[in-house]
């Protein structure tokens, strides 16, 4: 089939595939294109002064800034031992893990980056000059960029990080080159890529057939990210086509990490089962791999993936993720979610998103960050959950369900590094918000499209004309946006806007407008000047969840019962204010709340403070009836966001009433 045809394969209406090359529905803007202001730009420099985010390197420095593993700490056969942050038991298995300091650093720089140059002052911005030309300088003259010396790189029999360590680190010099237009980076990591592309040849190599494949290898496949920029950058299609190879020869072998496989999302009676972070980050090489192949079985096995995501997800968007999905489905309080799958299944969301055009993904990105995201950050900025559950009913290092049999694990808990376990989601937690921002709007053929919203500043061209457009709004906490537009010169262009699904009706004043899907279409020749107001309108509503209980939303925020609690501190970290801390619930008992799904909660706002928006915006007021007094009691909820303990779903007053009458 000729890639110059677009076509529509045989697979559901629920997807259209088409050629990507010619038909993608958007392209994602350079990063820096897009930055934030008002809360999410506060907050994002309040990450990186004094919070996780800007302060790991400090937290770990042995780990970040004393392991050169891109140059001269590179790992070679003489190398047997690697301080890793994580728990050790000196088995000879370990050596499997030499490349994890790649993914720490490499991790946190793409995410502390990405901050610095939206939001960073010069010092931070000297910080990461200084980075980029420290990783310049380890390229080797034939133009390697990686973690292995002579004698191990491109030779793995067994377990690696060869395509891992060099993905992590491609992502963050590549939005580095994009914010500062430096040509030198972009062909520093062409070249590279050009090397391990020559190195593993398409058709004529296999890099993931390896014995005892561990989480490495698996990684690997995210390669696939810095090619799909790569063609956004080039439209050189030789990129997609090596993406799609990569994936064609992970089908090929036994793998440790088998979600994505073609023949198990063919298989009927097959579930998600694998490393939640493997199986949503390798849904974009999937979509890429249907997209760009139009082979109707990947494009089938990607239609069977979306379906069975759903199953997996919760009421606050969080992944199954505690770290092992192990084929279940997705459930208010006995499934947790990691940060790391958090980032990664946003990320796959964005990917679905600029390939489909389809408005549904940017619902997701949203109610993912604005809820199981924020929700496992700590409301003081200084430390994440490394795992979370909706339910939270303690956070005492273990999944409450699991106190009697789990006592030493410690991934349900606050901490700033998570040491103890890996130091993985820490990194990860600082991507989230920049990978949000970057992905705010498109640019198409005709125009641009607004995907996502909050307060923030896009700038672009089409063609010769300079156009900046500004979201003057404090969304979430509030939907009316006003948008105002500069161009260079007058132009007409359109400007598309992204109706929420939970919006039940909307305004637009300034402007006519005309409605395409789930989108609003404005088409004029703009001028200086210009602006127009979109007011979106709801109220807050009682959802149903896959597991039967019941949410209560205001907009795309998750509200939550909070559950008073007792900080236990743990261990304290070498920089002042930074700590391990656990909770402990202060009641003597579960909280058993029912929900009247007929009843209605009244929004009660309160003066803003951009400062700590989660804690200050508004309350969710109603009744909830309490199961162990037996009475219906006043509830003030308050964002997800904004809790450490609390109770996010509720049972139905309703059917505990029919189930107690039929016993």
């Not at 237009?181 to 090397?195: R, T």
């Not at 199986?279 to 069975?308: F, G, M, N, P, W």
């Not at 789990?406 to 130091?423: G, I, L, T």
């Not at 609690?565 to 743990?570: A, D």
Request: glycine share 6%.
């Amino acid at each position: 089939m000729s890639k110059q045809q677009c076509i529509i394969l045989g697979v559901s209406s629920a997807l259209s595939f088409s050629c990507l090359a010619l038909t993608q529905a958007s392209s994602e803007l350079p990063f820096g294109a897009i930055k934030p202001d008002g809360w999410i730009k506060t907050q994002m420099r309040q990450d990186i002064n004094s919070g996780f985010v800007g302060n790991l390197d400090k937290l770990v420095p042995d780990l970040i800034m004393q392991d050169d593993i891109y140059g001269e700490d590179r790992l070679t056969k003489l190398v047997d031992s690697k301080n890793l942050g994580t728990r050790t038991t000196g088995d000879d298995w370990e050596v499997q893990f030499l490349w994890w300091n790649s993914e720490t650093q490499s991790n946190w720089w793409d995410g502390y980056l990405r901050n610095v140059l939206l939001v960073g002052d010069k010092e931070q911005r000297e910080k990461v000059d200084r980075y980029i030309a420290n990783k310049l300088s380890t390229q080797d003259d034939d133009g390697y960029m990686g973690i292995y010396g002579t004698d191990l790189r491109y030779q793995h029999a067994t377990e690696n990080g060869e395509l891992w360590a060099q993905s992590s680190l491609f992502r963050g010099m590549i939005a580095y080159y994009e914010a500062s237009s430096e040509q030198k980076i972009l062909e520093a990591v062409k070249s590279a890529v050009a090397v391990t592309m020559r190195a593993y040849p398409i058709d004529h190599s296999t890099p993931f057939k390896v014995k005892n494949a561990f989480a490495g290898v698996g990684h690997g496949l995210t390669f696939t990210d810095v090619l799909f920029t790569l063609y956004r950058l080039t439209k050189d299609e030789t990129y997609l086509d090596y993406a799609t190879f990569l994936l064609d020869d992970y089908n090929r072998h036994t793998q440790p990490e088998e979600d994505v496989l073609t023949r198990n999302l063919l298989d009927e009676t097959y579930r998600f089962k694998g490393h939640g972070v493997h199986t949503y980050e390798h849904l974009r090489t999937l979509t890429i791999a249907a997209y760009h192949s139009h082979d109707k079985t990947y494009a089938k096995a990607l239609e069977v993936y979306l379906e069975r995501l759903e199953n997996v997800v919760t009421a606050s968007g969080g992944p199954i993720g505690d770290e092992w999905i192990g084929g279940r489905h997705a459930h208010h309080t006995e499934t947790g979610y990691e940060y790391c799958s958090l980032q990664e299944l946003l990320h796959s969301y964005t990917v679905l998103l600029n390939i489909t055009g389809e408005a549904k993904w940017a619902d997701k990105i949203e109610w993912l960050l604005f809820n199981a995201a924020q929700g496992a950050r700590h409301p003081d900025g200084k430390s994440i959950a490394y795992c979370k559950p909706d339910n939270a009913y303690n956070a005492l290092g273990y999944l409450d369900m699991d106190a009697l049999t789990q006592p030493k694990e410690k991934r349900f808990k606050y901490s700033p590094a998570h040491q103890d376990v890996a130091v993985c989601c820490v990194p990860n937690a600082g991507r989230i918000y920049p990978y949000y921002v970057q992905s705010m709007w498109s640019q198409t053929g005709d125009g641009l499209v607004a995907n996502l919203f909050g307060p923030s500043t896009m700038q672009t061209k089409i063609d010769e004309t300079s156009i900046k457009v500004t979201q003057q709004t404090r969304y979430p906490f509030e939907h009316q946006i006003k948008f105002s537009v500069e161009v260079s010169s007058p132009r007409p262009f359109s400007i598309k806007i992204r109706k929420p699904s939970w919006s039940d009706e909307v305004s637009v004043d300034g402007v006519s407008v005309t409605n395409k899907d789930d989108y609003l279409v404005i088409t004029k020749t703009w001028k200086n000047g210009s602006s127009f107001i979109v007011d979106f309108r709801t109220s807050p509503k009682i959802s149903r969840n896959q597991d039967d209980s019941y949410s209560v939303s205001y907009g795309p925020i998750l509200f939550a019962s909070p559950i008073g609690h007792q900080e236990l501190v743990g261990k304290s970290h070498p920089v002042d204010g930074f700590q391990d801390l656990f909770y402990k619930s202060t009641l003597d008992s579960k909280p058993r709340l029912l929900i009247d799904t007929t009843s209605k909660f009244i929004l009660n706002t309160s003066r803003f403070d951009e400062a700590s928006p989660w804690d200050s915006a508004f309350r969710l007021r109603g009744k909830l009836y309490d199961v162990h007094s037996q009475q219906w009691v006043d509830a003030d909820l308050q964002p997800m966001a904004n809790t450490i303990l609390r109770l996010v779903s509720f049972a139905s007053f309703s059917n505990e009433i029919v189930e107690r009458q039929a016993r």
